[in-house]
């Protein structure tokens, strides 16, 4: 089992950055990708980012590609999420995941979620 906790969400102005972390324990941290996904109210869970095992290679939502910025550190079991430039689209729970081995876009093929963390971007 691997549990995750997010934490950083929060409100913020439009324009605005905050930062979320996703703390990891149970299994190895480093055994695992991981992803980045929101659900605003009403709209389905979708894809944010996912960043590999080691960390080398990224990837991200067209929605947010050049805002955020998705990274972990390994020795430290934590995954981060760096969002700035912050739209009022850009509100919704945000929950982290972690899938074995290799990542994925697809909220099924993750092993393991967190209770997600409330963002609120204001106009």
């Known amino acids: 089992q691997v549990q995750l906790v997010e934490s950083g969400g929060g409100l913020v102005q439009a324009g605005g950055s905050l930062r979320l972390s996703c703390a990891a324990s149970?299994?190895?941290?480093?055994?695992?990708?991981m992803g980045w996904f929101r659900q605003a109210p009403g709209k389905e869970r979708e894809f944010v980012a996912r960043i590999t095992r080691s960390g080398d290679s990224t990837d991200y939502a067209d929605s947010v590609k050049g805002r955020f910025t998705i990274s972990r550190d390994n020795a430290k079991n934590t995954l981060y999420l760096q969002m700035n430039t912050l739209k009022p689209e850009d509100t919704g729970v945000y929950y982290c995941?972690?899938?074995?081995?290799?990542?994925?876009?697809?909220?099924?093929?993750?092993?393991?979620w967190g209770q997600g963390t409330q963002v609120t971007v204001s106009s």
């Open positions: 995941a972690a899938r074995f081995l290799t990542g994925s876009y697809y909220t099924y093929d993750y092993d393991y």
């Open positions: 149970g299994r190895t941290f480093s055994n695992y990708a």
